[in-house]
Each structure stands twice: as structure tokens, then as C-alpha cells.
Nanobody
Framework: QVQLVESGGGLVQAGASLRLSCAAS????????VGWFRQAPGKEREFVAA????????NYADSVKGRFTISRDNAKNTVYLQMNSLKPEDTAVYYC??????????????WGQGTQVTVSS
């Protein structure tokens, strides 16, 4: 079992940066890949980024490539999402999830409660 708690969301202006954190419980956290997903009102949950259990492999959605960076510190059981050059279209609830490294949210078994990111123009 893995429990996940996101933090770091907030209200920022376009062009600003935020760093989201995903803190996990469980001694086997490093055996799970972690993905970040987001969901805007009325839209389907969409993939943002994912990182392998070791942190050696990452992948990103085209919409965030070059602006967002996913990383992890397994000693702290935490995954981060550094978001730079934020745009109003990045506004959504952001979720982290643990499971196999995949861009399909249906593949993930464990989810956090989400953190709201709002980017004003």
C-alpha cells in the first residue's frame, strides 16, 4: 500500500513558477513509478509527466515539455514537479499517482487527493 499527499499548489500569474510535491508513505515507494496528472473542470484527466522508480527515466506530455521537470528523492519518499513559465491553460487540479510508468491514468493504482493550480492571465 502507498499513500500519497500532494502539496504546493496555488494561485499565480502567467509566467510564474510553482513546485508541487508528492509525499508518499510506504517502504517500497522506490519500486513504483510516479505520474503527475491534471484535470480541469469539464475535461478528462490528462497525463503531465512520469518518472521511473529509480528516477532514471522520465517522460512528459508535449504540452509541458521544456517547461515542467519531474524528479524524485527516494530517501525522502517524495516526487516533485517543477513548473516554470506557467500558462492559464495549465490551470487544473494536479494529482500524483503511483504504479507502472505509463501515460494512461487507468494504469495507476494509488492516487493522492490533488492540489489546485490556478494561473491567471
Amino acid at each position: 500500500q502507498v499513500q500519497l499527499v500532494e502539496s504546493g499548489g496555488g494561485l499565480v500569474q502567467a509566467g510564474a513558477s510553482l513546485r508541487l510535491s508528492c509525499a508518499a508513505s510506504g517502504r517500497t515507494f522506490s519500486s513504483y513509478a510516479v505520474g503527475w496528472f491534471r484535470q480541469a473542470p469539464g475535461k478528462e484527466r490528462e497525463f503531465v509527466a512520469a518518472i521511473s522508480g529509480s528516477g532514471g527515466s522520465t517522460n512528459y506530455a508535449d504540452s509541458v515539455k521544456g517547461r515542467f521537470t519531474i524528479s524524485r528523492d527516494n530517501a525522502k519518499n517524495t516526487v516533485y514537479l517543477q513548473m516554470n513559465s506557467l500558462k492559464p491553460e495549465d490551470t487544473a487540479v494536479y494529482y500524483c499517482a503511483a504504479g507502472p510508468r505509463s501515460s494512461n491514468y487507468r494504469d495507476y493504482s494509488y492516487w493522492g487527493q490533488g492540489t489546485q493550480v490556478t494561473v491567471s492571465s
